[in-house]
């Protein structure tokens, strides 16, 4: 499975971005998309994942952000409104073949990764 993320830029505060993840290798219908983040000087951290058209977001980004998938263009998307300087990151989106429920938020269970996209928010 190859990803290739993009959509990534420089944004004021309040402001929005669409990112956009192609999935290439295997049936994109069955697998599990999720997108992460990582700040300078931090842990990665669950943002959104998709599977079986069921959605799940972490807390912080709830309310704001949109993970949706297009199955004939084997994209994921992930719109992102109401930025803040906090959602400042490298985002990278991942999939799995298999992951269960209590595990769709850990990292460790998606074994294949795009490149990441870097997003700036500006306050």
């Known amino acids: 499975v190859q990803l290739q993320a993009s959509g990534g830029g420089l944004v004021q505060a309040g402001g929005s971005l669409r990112l956009s993840c192609e999935v290439s290798g295997r049936t994109f219908s069955r697998i599990i998309v999720g997108w992460f983040r990582q700040a300078p000087g931090k842990e990665r951290e669950f943002v959104a994942s998709i599977k079986s058209g069921y959605t799940y977001y972490a807390e912080s980004v709830k309310g704001r952000f949109t993970i949706s998938r297009d199955n004939a263009k084997n994209t994921v998307y992930l719109q992102m409104n109401s930025l803040k300087s906090e959602d400042t990151a490298v985002y990278y989106c991942?999939?799995?073949?298999?992951?269960?429920?209590?595990?769709?938020?850990?990292?460790?269970?998606?074994?294949?990764w795009g490149q990441g996209t870097q997003v700036t928010v500006s306050s």
């Open positions: 991942a999939a799995s073949s298999s992951v269960i429920l209590s595990a769709i938020r850990d990292s460790r269970h998606y074994h294949y």
